[in-house]
C-alpha cells in the first residue's frame, strides 16, 4: 500500500502509472494472505509449490494489468 501511495501521489490518480498502479493493487494483494488463512486454516504446514505458483501467477497479473490498461486507458 505504501509503493501504491507513492504512485499516487507522485503521478495522479488518473495517469498511466495511477491506473496501472490501481489495477495491479487490486488483482495482486491477496497472495500471502491467501496462503496464510486457508492453509493456516486446514492446517497445511508446507505450502510447496503453491508459493511458487502464486508468485508466478502475480508476475503474469502484473503484466497483464499493464497491457490492460494500456488497452483501456492509453
Do not use: N
Amino acid at each position: 500500500l505504501a509503493v501504491y501511495e507513492s504512485i499516487i501521489s507522485d503521478s495522479g490518480p488518473d495517469s498511466f502509472a495511477g491506473k496501472v498502479a490501481s489495477v495491479m493493487l487490486g488483482s495482486t494483494e491477496t497472495i500471502f494472505y491467501t496462503i496464510a488463512l486457508y492453509f493456516g486454516t486446514v492446517g497445511i504446514r508446507r505450502t510447496r509449490a503453491a508459493l511458487p505458483a502464486a508468485l508466478i501467477s502475480s508476475v503474469i497479473g502484473t503484466a497483464a494489468a499493464i497491457v490492460l490498461a494500456q488497452g483501456l486507458f492509453a
